[in-house]
């Protein structure tokens, strides 16, 4: 599978979910590392809260009964809310969101009869809590986003101009030949190149509002000028961070961009005895836009270096210790990185005991799933939850195939047991971070939905 295939044609696809559906044995082919890889153009976790946190030890367990009013079943009103700052004096209502709205940041996959069920939660896995990627916030409102794709129609000029601007740094870069390029127009119109340059296959392609490279590399090592790329996965976050400076320089001074700035995300699974399975490090610029302070892959321009130490084959690369085995990514904006983001008010931010009060009734979002995996999922109780921390998610077309915006959630999880390789399994599951209208009829209506799947009536 080539780059644009995993950045483009699976973008937004969290491969955790995929781990979470399929069963929990060791897979055979590899088919989970580009699945994950695609969780790069798409979602991480993200009133007036300070940081995140852990187990709320006496949290109640009664089932509560169905309720209205100020638990998101009525939308806000001008009589509550306070005067608007923009201009003038008048009081202005907050957006509404409706559970159908929160559910689209879930890439739902309909049923026949037009329902989109919503699964009760994720399966994750870690070394410890720490692992978690928990993040919060100290502010009173986290906005929603809206997002329209510029207006952009293919031009192949425009990326041959970016390609032949970046491609002979990088070959150089490498210690390759500057390679011949390959223009060619790609099945759904967008323009694309391929490099001729054996065991380090260079792609460019175009699509929509931004413009990608990307540098597989099967075998290590690989250096840059000289300088490895490579991480030391023992070491911590920060540590690797520091390590990866020589490399930012060197980064930045390739592709001609400023990024200053480094984050580290982890993979775990449930059967590799060698650590994380895939380890992504992306360098970026945090201050661009807010939500590359939440979102996995930043809104702005980034370079992605994906380290693989998944073990499906016997023969595969595999390391307690550096992994070598990378892909280099490069994602260029064409107008202007996250321009097409506009903020949308929908009210202050939910305080934790509401959301906790949505957790106990079983309002929760935990990602949309085949029916049939949906209805077969074994209950977990979230009444005394292990972490919380803030995030925002994704909306998406009805269609699945477009970005519409970006909401917060609150991300809860709850530890369910080790699993074979010492990781611990986690369930994960989100809870609108704002005020949203018709959750109880929204999950009214999954109870059905959930009996459909499981008769295999109506998906």
Known sequence: MNGKTILTELGGIDGRFILEAAP???????????????????????GGLAGYGYRRAHMPVEVLPPVTGDTGDTPNTADTLPPDTAGDDTVKPHLTLTAEEAGAAFR??????GAMPTRAY???YAPDISYL????????????????APEAAPDSAELQDFANGIVPRLARAAGLSVPAAAPREGSDGWPEMDFDTPGYPI?????????????????????????????????????????????????SAIFGVSLPDI??????????????????????????HPLNAY?????????????????????????????EIVSVYYRQGRAGGGAGYSERDYGPLMGLEKAEEYLRRGWV??????????????????????????????????????????????????????????????????VPAVEVAGMAEYFEAQAQYHDEARSGDDF
């Open 365 to 430: 979002f935990g990602g949309h799933t085949c029916p049939l995996c949906m209805a077969e999922q074994e209950a977990v109780a979230f009444d005394s939850y292990d972490a919380w921390g803030l995030t925002y998610i994704t909306t998406w077309n009805e269609a699945g195939d477009a970005v519409t915006g970006a909401l917060p959630f609150y991300v809860f999880y709850k530890a369910l047991g080790q699993a074979e390789n010492g990781n611990t399994a986690y369930a994960k599951t989100y």
């Open 108 to 113: 739902p996959r309909k049923m026949m009869n």
């Open 24 to 46: 929990d044995v060791k897979p055979k082919k590899n088919i989970l590392r580009p699945l994950a890889l695609a969780a790069c153009l798409a979602l991480i976790v993200a």
């Open 263 to 288: 984050r580290v995300s982890r993979r775990y699974d449930s059967w590799s005895e060698h650590g994380a399975a895939w380890l992504d490090v992306y360098f970026y610029d945090a201050s661009a």
């Open 122 to 124: 994720q399966k994750v």
């Open 295 to 323: 979102l996995e892959a930043p809104v702005s321009d980034y370079v992605l270096l994906s380290f693989d130490n998944a073990e499906n084959y016997a023969g595969d690369i595999v390391s307690d210790g550096v992994l």
């Open 133 to 148: 990627g928990l993040r919060g916030t100290e502010a009173e409102a986290l906005p929603g986003y809206a997002y329209e």
């Open 203 to 251: 792609i460019a392609f175009q699509k929509g509002d931004a413009n990608y490279l990307s540098l597989s590399h099967a075998e290590g090592p690989l250096a840059l000028n000289g300088v490895p790329v490579a991480v030391d996965q023992r070491l911590s976050d920060e540590q690797i961070v520091a390590a990866l400076e020589p490399l930012r320089r060197e980064l």
